[in-house]
C-alpha cells in the first residue's frame, strides 16, 4: 500500500512518515513537532472531520486536518 495522508489514517493505526510537504513557517512547525520522515506516529483520535489528535515521540498532538493532509505516510501492520 501507498502512503497516505495522515489525515486518512483510521484511528488506533500507526504509521511512518515518508514525507512533509508544505513550506515556511508550517513546515518549521511540523518539523519541531516531530513530524519528519522517519518518525512513527500512532492516531490517537480521527473522527473523520475536524482536527485529529496523534501520538508522535510519545507527546499527543492535535492537528488541522489541512496540516495532517501535508504529511505522507505509511501504514505499518
Not at 483510521?10 to 518539523?31: F, H, K, Q
Not at 507527546?59 to 495532517?68: D, F, M, N, P, Y
Request: charged fraction near 20%; glycine fraction near 14%.
Amino acid at each position: 500500500m501507498g502512503a497516505i495522508g495522515l489525515d486518512e489514517l483510521p484511528t488506533g493505526d500507526e504509521a511512518e512518515i515518508e514525507a512533509v510537504n508544505g513550506a515556511g513557517s508550517m513546515l518549521s512547525r511540523l518539523a519541531a513537532l516531530g513530524f519528519v520522515p522517519g518518525s512513527r506516529v500512532a492516531m490517537v483520535q480521527n473522527r473523520g472531520r475536524g482536527p485529529i489528535i496523534v501520538s508522535v515521540i510519545h507527546t499527543r498532538v492535535a492537528l488541522g486536518r489541512s496540516e495532517a493532509g501535508h504529511i505522507r505516510a505509511r501504514r505499518i501492520d
